[in-house]
């Protein structure tokens, strides 16, 4: 009798673990950060370190999580979605060559048809023997990149050997409408697909996989990001992020002082959304769903869409 | 001695920068034009590169938060109000007040006289005008505000409601239905053209009803 005493905290314990362990987490509105003067179109992450593409000031300023500024790089024409990488790629300073061999901030310059990079306060170009026309976003992953070129409708895609081009401009499944943003993950490029109102999932040899989105009344999908678990499309005009699942069915759809939104990017627990218009930082942060559902009558993130 | 020689080599190379700046001035025409809509700044700023391409214009300058657009262009051209306000509406841009400089220090501007319009005539209407973004808004209520006897126009974004006040004796519903269908936007009785459709920037492609 004793002994079956002793059992019974050890197994409420077991069973409480195995549920906080299994509890559903959502993302929950943390805070909005002011960005002074800066109207941010693109995120990327050096470690901690947060750098902001600010097209309509041209140039890339780097911010706490307060908003301030830290230092700013002026003189880019209009730099868009950009990204931290570290890939052996052919460069220029305009006077000679040479290949990078480190990690360096790759900025696609929308104006200027061309894809900076900056290490320190060097700056050089990425020398690629095709013509863009108004990058609009870029994703390095090791050795690879892929940059969304807004206004041929394609992807242009350097596998580590050799650039590939995929897509057309077209409505259809693997056509694109003025993509806007990529990004390359293990085995897939996934693409923000702006006026088409979706993103599309391509194999690394540009065959076209899946779309998701179609059906959840994107008034221009702009920025997407991919987490070991997610996919987080902007919805621009309609003032939204959806969240993804892998399956590519909706998990959560976040409204809370999002206005315009061009990117997101995950940093820890935290989900970083950029507001271009109002100039802000939109911060949500992983949470247990089961908390919230007290008071999900009141809050707007709470439209669930488990298809 | 040295010292005045290479004070007036300085004052001498200045006056031959600013003589050479004010003679390139003189040869070009200035433009500023006042456009609505700037709202999707993939759009504006692929507006700003295209009229970057154009033969002979340079200094193109726009302010993606005042809608400031600026340009300069050769003065021998002659590049008229009109062939301009077209050109900005052409790149889709919806141009509001124009300013051109010319190389000669006249200045010409767009700016109407406007017509007062008697109140006791104004009507109500509502009209559905088909259309997706802010840059769709800044388009439609210029393109009605700018007929004839319209007091007002203000067009919601998510219902695609126009509603304007109007002096029906000089602009009429059907008027108002044909202008906008020129500017690219359908209504219910009224389509636009495909070319002009066709010609909106990629945000305003708003889905077409059969």
Same mark, same amino acid.
């Given at each position: 009798?004793?002994?079956?005493? +002793? ?117 050089? +170009? ?24 807004? +206004? ?72 997407? +990001? ?82 | 001695m040295k010292n005045t020689i290479f004070i007036a080599t300085i004052i001498f190379g200045l006056f031959a920068f600013a ?192």
């Amino acid at each position: 009798m004793k002994k079956f005493l +002793y059992l019974i905290p050890i197994v409420i314990g077991i069973i409480s673990c195995e549920e906080k362990e299994t509890m559903p987490q959502e993302w929950q509105f943390e805070k909005v950060v002011e960005l002074d003067g800066v109207n941010p179109i693109g995120v990327a992450l050096d470690g901690n370190d947060i750098f902001l593409s600010d097209g309509d000031h041209n140039r890339i300023v780097k911010v706490d999580l307060d908003g301030e500024i830290l230092f700013s790089m002026e003189n880019f024409e209009r730099p868009m979605h950009i990204d931290f990488g570290e890939a052996d790629m052919e460069i220029t300073d305009k006077i000679s060559t040479s290949i990078l061999k480190e990690r360096a901030l790759f900025i696609p310059e929308y104006g200027r048809d061309s894809i900076a990079i900056m290490r320190d306060n060097k700056r050089d +170009y990425l020398i690629i023997n095709d013509s863009l026309d108004a990058p609009a976003g870029i994703s390095v992953y090791d050795n690879e990149i892929a940059i969304a070129d807004f +206004y041929n409708n394609r992807i242009l895609y350097y596998n580590g050997s050799e650039w590939i081009s995929f897509g057309k401009e077209g409505k259809a499944a693997g056509d694109f409408y003025y993509p806007t943003d990529v990004q390359i993950t293990v085995d897939n490029i996934f693409v923000a697909d702006a006026y088409n109102n979706r993103g599309q999932v391509f194999d690394k040899t540009g065959r076209f996989l899946a779309q998701f989105g179609k059906d959840e009344n994107f008034n221009a999908a702009t920025g997407i +990001y991919v987490s070991d678990n997610e996919i987080f499309l902007t919805d621009f005009e309609n003032n939204r992020v959806l969240v993804f699942g892998k399956d590519y069915t909706v998990k959560q759809i976040l409204k809370t002082n999002i206005d315009k939104p061009t990117d997101v990017i995950v940093l820890d627990q935290q989900l970083l959304i950029t507001n271009y218009r109002k100039g802000e930082l939109v911060i949500f942060k992983l949470g247990d769903k089961l908390i919230k559902e007290k008071s999900k009558s009141e809050d707007p993130e709470h439209e669930n869409h488990n298809h | 001695m040295k010292n005045t020689i290479f004070i007036a080599t300085i004052i001498f190379g200045l006056f031959a920068f600013a003589k050479a700046d004010a003679q390139t001035k003189k040869d070009r025409d200035q433009f500023e034009v006042q456009v609505d809509g700037l709202g999707c700044p993939f759009c504006a700023y692929g507006l700003e590169k295209k009229f970057k391409e154009f033969k002979g214009i340079k200094d193109v300058k726009i302010e993606i938060e005042t809608g400031d657009f600026s340009f300069s262009y050769p003065a021998s051209k002659n590049l008229t109000m009109d062939a301009v306000v077209e050109q900005v509406k052409k790149a889709g841009y919806t141009p509001n007040l124009a300013t051109i400089t010319r190389a000669n220090g006249a200045v010409e501007t767009n700016a109407k006289e406007t017509v007062a319009i008697k109140q006791g005539n104004l009507t109500n209407s509502e009209l559905y005008v088909n259309g997706k973004c802010g840059m769709c808004k800044a388009r439609i209520e210029k393109t009605v505000s700018d007929l004839p006897g319209v007091a007002s126009a203000t067009w919601d974004v998510k219902t695609g409601m126009l509603t304007l006040e109007h002096d029906t004796s000089l602009t009429t519903k059907k008027a108002v239905a044909n202008a906008v269908a020129n500017a690219g936007h359908d209504t219910k009785t009224v389509k636009s053209d495909g070319a002009t459709y066709d010609a909106l920037p990629a945000c305003c492609h708003y889905k077409r009803t059969k």
